[in-house]
């Protein structure tokens, strides 16, 4: 079955009216043709049969959250999990040619990734989220003082102008006017945009994509704290208080969120905890594991990484003030955060950096341009090393030919 859909697209040039060669961020349209599968070629790897749904009342500004009964699944098929978009009939009314907009932002949520929560993703684009995420990363990783997703082109006066910009130029449009293409670049970009589409199965008469396992997701938004089941976060997550736990460890996310609910007596802030768990069954529970340890190391490694490494490159001074060491640790795990692509599958080894770069950040001040700590920067702050050190002192040691041997108890990395 043949499938429109725009996706975010990124390479470098000099586009018309402008003095030099920048950054590029439009809209690539493609033509995919989904394969089909019969329904019985696939078996349901996991459901719930509940959810949380919001009930408002039309004369008040009260509401309600309640549980409804409300089926939800996950299918496999080739080793692969998948969950449903929608029907195939419905496909002409999704927002499949929308490649920016809120629901696909770097630092949202997956669009219909929440499990317990939500009602789905009509009129939000499946796909574009993962891209962008991996796009934007790699332009933070490179900015100094200003942020190389605003300024490259086309831009706007924030996020939603942005946005709109960003969505109205399609490539193939813009593409034969822009001088000094970069090529090489336009080839990583095309081969992200396929990697993405691929993932799409048509089972039946439904559409589907391939998905991340579940997970208990702990989100902080201001001082409402929310647990909740969903699937994994697909690519480098910025907002570091935000994370996702194996579903066998709900009792260990129920431990974060109170981590995360309880202020320190300078705090003026009081903050509530929302529970959305529902029952479930797990049917083929090999393929809804997943390391969350060692996803969360990487995550803390390239973040103080990148952000120590942006920080030093306006401060000389402080990175000059650094000992041998540290900033060898620093310029290393750098470049292993450098040559990360989630969407590829090249991940940087950082995890031997962490406890170096914890050093760097706190010696740094704890810099953040554009990763998130949380509500309370100090404590999320302080939260974050303590967790980075915990994961890197439970690491397994991995050695040159790739096996993985158990950290003797008490030994440091």
């Known amino acids: 079955m043949k499938v429109e859909i725009s996706l975010p697209f990124l390479t470098r040039g000099k586009p018309k009216r ?11 349209p493609v033509t995919v043709e989904v394969p089909e599968v019969p329904v019985g070629d696939t078996e349901v790897a996991f459901e719930t049969y509940e959810r949380y749904a919001l009930f408002a009342d039309p004369h008040t500004e009260e509401h309600d959250i309640l549980k409804v009964e409300a089926e939800w699944e996950m299918r496999a098929y080739d080793g692969r999990l998948y969950r449903k978009l929608f029907d195939v009939t419905a496909i002409g009314d999704a927002a499949f040619h929308i490649a920016f907009d ?32 991996q796009v934007e990363f790699d332009l933070e990783k490179t900015s100094l003082s200003d942020s190389n997703v605003v300024i490259a082109w086309p831009g706007g006066q924030g996020n939603i102008a942005r946005d709109r910009a960003r969505n109205a130029t399609e490539f193939t449009i813009v ?27 048509v089972i039946g008469g439904d559409l589907w994509v391939e998905s991340r396992p579940p997970s208990w997701r702990v989100t902080v938004v201001d001082n409402k704290i929310s647990l909740h089941l969903a699937t994994a976060i697909e690519g480098f997550d910025p907002i570091l208080s935000r994370r996702h736990f194996p579903i066998d ?11 995360c609910a309880t202020p320190r007596a300078s705090e003026d802030i009081e903050y509530t905890v929302s529970e959305y768990v529902v029952d479930y069954d797990a049917h083929l529970p090999e393929l809804l594991e997943f390391d969350a340890d060692a996803e969360e190391l990487s995550r803390i490694g390239y973040a103080l990484a990148f952000e120590s490494m942006r920080y030093a490159r306006r401060n000389h001074g402080w990175l000059d003030n650094l000992d041998g060491a540290l900033k060898s640790s620093l310029f290393s795990a750098y470049e292993e955060t450098m040559e990360t692509d989630y969407l590829r599958g090249q991940m940087g080894e950082v995890g031997q950096y962490v406890e170096d770069l914890c050093t760097v950040w706190r010696r740094f001040h704890r810099p953040t341009s554009w ?12 939260m974050l090393i303590k967790r980075a050190r915990a994961l890197a002192e439970n690491a397994p040691i991995t050695l040159g030919s790739g096996i993985a041997v158990e950290r003797p108890q008490g030994m440091r990395p």
């Open 18 to 28: 402008c003095n030099s060669d920048r950054h590029v961020y439009v809209t690539m």
């Open 102 to 133: 809120d629901t696909t932002a770097a630092k949202a949520e997956d669009p219909g990734s929440s499990i317990s929560t939500g009602f789905g993703y009509y009129g939000t684009n499946p796909l574009a989220s993962a891209i962008r995420r």
């Open 249 to 259: 460890r709900l009792d260990e996310a129920r431990e974060y969120a109170r981590q």
């Open 371 to 382: 990763c998130e700590l949380g509500t309370a920067r100090a404590r999320f702050g302080d």
């Open 175 to 201: 593409g034969p006017s822009i001088e000094n293409i970069d090529g090489p670049l336009c080839e990583k970009s095309m081969h992200r945009i396929e990697k993405q589409v691929s993932r799409l199965l």
